[in-house]
Structure formats: structure tokens, C-alpha cells
């Protein structure tokens, strides 16, 4: 069997127009990736997906800046 064939997009990124590798990834992979976020991108990335809306709450580690 053949691989599937990748194809470039226009904003450079590669793989096929459904494909979506972040959603593929395990809630607890996610939530590290998360973690090296300041809490505002946490938060704001999270509103991208449904799956996502709260997988901040599980998030390890928030880096929170008052400033923000």
C-alpha cells in the first residue's frame, strides 16, 4: 500500500486539507503543550475547538503575567 500523498498549502504548511494532527493528539499531551503558553494564549488557543474549550482547567502549570 502506498503512503497518502502530502500536498502544500498555501501558508506553506503540508499534509492534506482535512488533516488535523493537534486534535490527534492525547488530552494529556495537549495540556503540556499548554502548559509552555503565558494563561492568556492558554486560554485564547483553547477557544479554537470544542474538544478544547476546557482543557485549559487540566492544564499542569498556568503562567500567569499580572500585566495581562
Excluded: M, N, Y
Excluded at 488533516?19 to 503565558?38: E, F, G, M, N, T
Excluded at 494563561?39 to 502549570?61: D, E, G
Amino acid at each position: 500500500s502506498a503512503a497518502p500523498k502530502r500536498t502544500r498549502h498555501a501558508d506553506g504548511g503540508g499534509g492534506d486539507a482535512g488533516d488535523d494532527r493537534l486534535s490527534a493528539l492525547p488530552d494529556d499531551l495537549l495540556c503540556v503543550i499548554l502548559s509552555r503558553l503565558k494563561a492568556l494564549q492558554t486560554v485564547r488557543t483553547c477557544v479554537l475547538s470544542t474538544r478544547w474549550r476546557h482543557l485549559w482547567r487540566a492544564v499542569p502549570r498556568l503562567d500567569i503575567d499580572i500585566d495581562e
